[in-house]
């Protein structure tokens, strides 16, 4: 729970954040395959953010990711 809220004080921050994240758990784990991640700005929508994700394993976590990230932002940021 700690470490989460430490990721960022902002969604665009913590979500920055997160392949600093991964490569901490990469330490303790050497033999997962953590993916990446990038965020850019929305040329369509002021102040909204495009993820990007990349993962050896695909598309395939891509709705666990949204998930998890939509209550990230709920639970913890109060967006």
């Known amino acids: 729970d700690n470490q989460l809220r430490c990721q960022g004080s902002t969604l665009r921050l913590w979500l920055s954040n997160l392949n600093a994240l991964h490569d901490h758990l990469q330490s303790s784990l050497p033999a997962g395959n953590f993916p ?21 394993r ?12 939509k209550e990230v932002a709920k639970t913890y940021l109060d967006v």
């Open 36 to 56: 990446v991640f990038w965020c850019e700005n929305c040329e369509v929508f002021d102040g909204a953010i495009i993820l990007h994700y990349y993962s050896v």
């Open 58 to 69: 695909g598309a395939l976590l891509g709705g666990v990711v949204v998930g998890i990230v």
